[in-house]
Structure formats: C-alpha cells, structure tokens
C-alpha cells in the first residue's frame, strides 16, 4: 500500500450499508455516505460542477441516513462537494479520464465507496481546505482501477480547526474582560461580575487568560458594594435579553427585557430594547411574506413553462420544448426535472441523426452486397436499415428482392449438394463393392452393386452386379454339393437387400458418421432409417443438414470449430461479455451460414447493448424474447405471440412487431399459397425420381410433401406403389 493511499485512508475510509450497483455502461459511480462529526445527514447537500464542460449538474439532498449515489460520465473532470450549514464544506476533485488502451479492453469499473465527515464552521475561520478540494480520485494505471490521493489530512484539518476555536475564545474572553472594566467604571458591579462569569464560561486553556479572569474577578469584588437585589436582577435579564439578541432569539430576548423593564417600571433602557425587538420581528415577517409570495409566483411560472414544454415533447417538437425547458431553468435554476427533459431531447435529436447517417450507411452497404451476389449479407443489412426506418418502401422492395434471390441461390446450391452426394455415395458403394467382390463376399458386393444401380443407373454397377451374383451362384452351389441347381438371374433394377431393418441401429450408424464427419455416409444411414419409419422428422432434419454441409463443403474440423464458437460465445454471453460473444457467434455464422442459433443471440446481443431502464427490465425482456423465439421455430405461434406481446410490453422492440404481424398472416392463412408452391415442388421432384425408377429419393420427397399436407391423398398413393414394388 502507498503512503499516499495510507494517507488518504484517514480521511476516506470504505463501509458497509450500500450495497454496490452493477455497474452502468459509460458511467462511473460513487458510493457512500456523508455526515457531520456529530452523525447527523440529513440536510447535507452534495454540489456537482463538471470542469470539461464548465456545467454546474443537479445537486443531491441526503436524507437522515446520509448515503449517496453518484454517476458521472467517463472522460471527464469534476469537482464534488458536501456543504451543511454551519460547518466548513469539503471538495473532492474527481477525474474519471481513462486511457484509450485501458477503455477499449474493458470499460467497466467498480463503483468508488468512501465516507464524508464534516466539521463545524469555527467563527472567522476560513480555511484552504473549505474553498480548495481535499482530495483527488482519479484512475491509476498501477492499481488498474481508481484511487484517492489526499491533498489535506484530518489531522491537518483538525490542527487548523483547533488553532481557530483557540484564538476565538481568545477573542470573546477579552471582550467579556472590557466589557467588565467598562461596568466597573460605571459602578455596575453585578454586570462586571456577569460579563466574567461569561469568560469563565468559555473555557479558555490558556493559562495566561485564566490570570486574566481571576484578576479581573479579584478588582472587582475588592471594588463592588452590596448590590441592590432588584437592580442586579434587573442588569441579569438586560444582559440576558442582549445573549438572545444576538443569537437572534428575538422572543426570548423580548421576554428578558419585558422582565427587566417590569423591575424597574418606564426604564428608557428596556423600553428601547424591546422596540428593537419588535422592529426586528416585524421586517422578519415582512421578508417572509415577501418571499412567499416570490416562491408563489416562480412556482407557477416554472409549472407553466413545463407544461408547455411538455405538451411540445409530447408532439416531438424538441427544438421548441427545450426552450420551454430552458425557461423554466432560468425560474428555477437547480431543478432536475427540467435539465433531464433537456438531456433526453438533445440524447434524442443526436439519436435521429445518428439513425439518419446509420440507414444511409447500411442501404448503401445493402445495395453493394446485392450487387457482389452476396444475397444473406444483402438480407440482413436491409432488415438493419428497416428496423430504423420499418416503413421505408424502397428498402422494403430492396429486401424482398434479395430474399427472392436468396432463395433461388440456396436452392440451386441444394440441388447442386444432392447431385454431389449421390454421386459420392455411388462411388462409395462402387469401392465397397469392389472391396467384397475381390474378398470373395459375393453376397455383400451383390448388395452394394445393387445399391449404386438404384442410386444411378450405371452399365458398370449392372454389369459388375450380374458378374457378383453369378459368382455368389457358383460359390453356393460348390458349398451345398447340389447336382443341380437353381439358375438365378437378378437384374440390378430390382430391390437391392437393405443394409438392416432396424431402425434404431440406422440412426445409430447414421449418427456416428455424422460425428465424424462423413456426411454422406451419415446421409444414406439416415435415408435407410426414413424407409423403416416413413416421416421421421429427426432423419428428415438431419437429411437436410446433411444436405446444407455437403453443399457448403463443411469439413469435421470445421464442423467442430463451429461447435467451439457455440459454446465460447454462449459462455462469453452468460458472463455479460457481449463483445467477445458477438466474435464467436459471428465466427460461427461464417462457417454455417444458415444456422439460426447464432442469428438470434446476436439480436439478443444488439438488444442487452441498448439503453436499458434497469437490469431486471433488461433481463425480462431478453428471456420473453428467447421464450417467443423458441415457440415461433417449433410452430408453436400462439404460444409464441403471447411472449412476443409481453417483449413489446416491456420495451418497444422491432423484430417482436414483425414477428406479430407473420405470425397474424401465419395464423389467417396468408402463407397457403406458399405451402401449396412447396408442396407441388415436392411433388414435383418425387414424380420425376419415381419415373427414373429412383425409389429412395421418390419416397424421401413424398413424405415431405406430405408433412407440408399430411391430407393429400396423391403421395399417399404413390408411397404404397413404392412400398408394394419392395
């Protein structure tokens, strides 16, 4: 620990109670309490004057328990400051500048705690350390964090202090001795004693100002006669009466003078005593109805100038409520409300000018994605600019015409991937066949070669399939030692032998290259588990995943990175980290493309980076999000438009509002025509595999289609040809 840091331990010094608020984006909090020496918080009042800008901000008033919370805004200068009447103000310097290299890191910190003590104002005293900070905190590149350097000690506050008390009872000691030699010039000796005993009082610690008293108390009792008991008690309610007086106790002191002048009935002394009095008392209640009657009237100008600022805020017309605002400032110059009004019409205008120069960006990056044929980036960046402008028209069109590209891009690529891994698994089971035909398994390369002839019928696989079985022939017939047997010719057009009957043992094989990696082995596993359970929507899914990877020529290493990605990012986001998690989830996009997953925690990351309320507010709305997300891809849609609506309720949100309005059009029926399109598509690609004597894409392709119309009775049909020819 430095000795600075030691130093300012005695002056600030960190406690319990408050407990520390996460911490807000862009801002630096301190955290504390603050009152006098004797305990007392109430009243105090925290000043705040920013030195970058040379802007006074609103102050804080503490309530009985004293503790304050205060935000400022980074890359700044400030000077803070604790006043109580009646005590000496002290002021902290704080400077929340961080390094550039620090800040891009991590521009979080923890909240800076530490407690005020404030000592009484000494008459005639005016100290350094009450007009100059006491303090300075400010970011330390050591500690990588905040700290406090004191520029004035306790102990050098408490010297100066004890110093000044010392020499103003000096001061009123010598006083209250003139004062006693003046009575005892004019014989008043009751008022001589009086005025001493007022010395001795005071409490005086030097030993010299004690002799003082105790000689002049000597002279005058030496000199005194025996005082007259009306008149002494008549100089003690006079001298009384002059005590309240100056302590501006105006009743009191009227009572003491009435009681002197009530001694010695028609006394011109009394009398002008107690006229003062009630000159006093009465300019004081003239100041006072002047002064409510000054409120009054600010009051209800400052209300007029708000409300009309108001009703202008209410219209979005800034310009002209921030200078309804700023006339209720010049009424009522430390008022929050309208300095708050002020900062959210300027946060406001600059946000409409920001979005303007962010939608101009994004069309133009829209339109050069379009152009390059890179139709998901043109999507995305249209869907940005709509969500700052949803009812721009041209963009609209811009987006619907990239989706409609989109599609039919994705399509040819699908199409384009079912080619590929058909002519991969050809070659696959060729090799195979090869294998068990030179290994003497017949029986396995008629299977295999039967196998390729379905995929595609080749002359080679028929050929060497005919060569197979003949050769399983003679090898049957030279094991069983038969005269004669049975000639079996099988074409390679019929039904190869399936690979197992066993649905649960296909997805297990299914899987294990999938893990691996082969996804066009994993491909055909999954098709041979369609056959034994026509429909199955997880071998359909991973049909078409397989499908999407061979198409973008997603490698094992690849897929796996991916997976890293997932869960880096997904770790990165439990922890807040938002900036590490957008990498990841953006790394994982660039491998596959076409994931949701990611897609959605990056809206989710664009949603927590926004202006919050509070945490809980920003939690709430993040988890009816991914509730409503998860619905809406199960077809769950009113499940799915209930936490949608609960989003909207709690923050207006655009992707919520566009997914209301597909879900309404989902719900009324305005996609049929879509469904039936794919549906005929469907068909479309069945009819012409099943002409081409290509049962296993045929029975794949009708079953799609009639999960998209599971009443249709055409692929029902066909599906029992398909099945009766087996």
């Known amino acids: 620990m430095t000795p600075r840091l030691l130093i300012l331990l005695a002056v600030l010094c960190l406690f319990g109670p408050p407990k520390a608020t996460a911490q807000k984006k862009n801002l630096f909090v301190l955290d504390g309490r603050a009152s006098t020496d004797r305990n007392v918080s109430e009243g105090i009042r925290i000043t705040i004057f920013n030195e970058t800008d040379n802007k006074a901000l609103p102050g804080i008033d503490l309530d009985d328990r004293g503790y304050f919370h205060i935000t400022l805004s980074y890359q700044k200068k400030y000077l803070v400051g604790f006043q109580y009447e009646g005590y000496f103000t002290k002021i902290f310097e704080v400077s929340t500048i961080v390094p550039e290299e620090v800040w891009s890191v991590d521009p979080y910190f923890k909240p800076f705690r530490f407690q005020v003590t404030l000592h009484p104002a000494v008459e005639g005293l005016h100290p350094e350390f009450s007009r100059k900070p006491i303090a300075k905190i400010h970011y330390s590149k050591d500690e990588d ?3 406090a350097e004191a520029i004035y000690s306790d102990k050098k506050i408490h010297h100066q202090i004890e110093k000044a008390v010392a020499e103003n009872i000096e001061r009123k000691v010598n006083e209250q001795l003139s004062r006693a030699e003046e009575y005892q010039n004019q014989g008043q000796w009751e008022l001589a004693m009086a005025a001493i005993d007022r010395a001795k009082n005071l409490d005086p610690r030097d030993s010299n100002l004690k002799k003082k008293i105790r000689e002049a108390e000597k002279e005058v009792k030496s000199n005194e006669k025996k005082p007259d008991v009306a008149r ?5 309610f006079i001298s009384e009466g002059d005590t309240r007086f100056n302590e501006k106790s105006f009743d009191d002191a009227k009572s003491a003078y009435q009681k002197a002048l009530n001694l010695i009935p028609g006394d011109s002394l009394a009398q002008a005593k107690i006229k003062l009095v009630d000159e006093r008392l009465q300019a004081m209640a003239d100041e006072k109805a002047r002064l409510f009657a000054e409120a009054a009237a600010k009051d209800k100008a400052f209300s007029e100038a708000m409300s009309k600022g108001d009703s202008l805020f209410s219209l979005k017309e800034y310009p002209d409520a921030k200078l309804a605002y700023q006339q209720a400032l010049t009424i009522l110059p430390n008022s929050e409300k309208p300095q708050q009004q002020i900062a959210e019409i300027n946060r406001l205008i600059a946000r409409n000018a920001s979005l303007a120069v962010a939608f101009t960006d994004a069309v133009s990056r829209g339109n050069q994605q379009l152009e390059a044929k890179n139709y998901r980036s043109a999507v995305d960046i249209f ?4 969500s700052m402008k949803p009812d721009d028209a041209t963009v609209t069109a811009l987006r619907d015409s990239a989706s409609v590209l989109l599609k039919n891009q994705q399509e040819r690529q699908r199409a384009l991937a079912e080619t590929r891994a058909k002519e991969e698994h050809f ?3 060729m090799e195979q066949g090869d294998q068990a035909f030179a290994a003497a398994s017949y029986e396995q ?3 295999f070669f039967g196998q390729a002839y379905s995929l595609k019928k080749d002359s080679v ?8 079985q003949h050769m399983l022939n003679q090898q049957q017939l030279a094991a069983t030692s038969q005269s004669s047997a049975k000639s079996v010719v099988r074409t390679v057009a019929s039904k190869p032998s399936n690979v197992s009957s066993d ?4 997805i297990e094989q299914a899987d294990q290259s999938f893990k691996k990696g082969e996804w066009s082995g994993a491909r055909f596993y999954y098709f041979e588990a369609l056959k034994e359970k026509p429909g199955d929507t997880y071998a359909g899914e991973r049909v078409n995943e397989c499908d999407k990877l061979i198409a973008a020529h997603i490698t094992a290493d690849m897929q796996e990175k991916y997976m890293a990605f997932i869960s880096n990012g997904d770790e990165s986001f439990q922890k807040e980290n938002y900036a590490n998690a957008r990498l990841n989830y953006r790394k994982a996009l660039d491998i596959k493309s076409w994931e949701k997953y990611p897609r959605r925690k990056l809206e989710a990351i664009d949603r927590a980076m926004q202006d919050w309320q509070s945490d809980e507010q920003r939690r709430q709305f ?10 809406f891809d199960k077809g769950e849609y009113a499940v799915a438009r209930f936490y949608y609506r609960r989003a909207a309720g709690i923050k207006a949100d655009t992707v919520a509002d566009d997914r209301l309005k597909e879900i309404a059009s989902i719900i009324a029926g305005a996609r049929q025509s879509s469904i039936d399109n794919l549906y005929n598509e469907e068909i479309r690609k069945a009819d012409t595999a099943f002409h081409q004597q290509n049962p296993t894409v045929a029975r794949f392709y009708y079953q799609k289609a009639l999960q998209l119309k599971p009443n249709e009775t055409y692929p029902q049909k066909q599906l029992k040809k398909l099945q009766a020819s087996d």
């Not at 002494?232 to 003690?236: D, F, P, R």
């Open 383 to 386: 869907n940005e600019a709509l």
């Open 461 to 468: 696989a028929r050929e060497k399939g005919l060569k197979a």
């Open 622 to 631: 993040t988890a009816a999000i991914e509730k409503a997300d998860d619905a």
């Open 232 to 236: 002494q008690q008549y100089a003690m």
């Open 503 to 506: 649905y649960k043992k296909q």
């Open 445 to 447: 390369a008629v299977n």
């Open 427 to 429: 070659r696959s089971l």
């Open 145 to 147: 964090g905040f700290i």
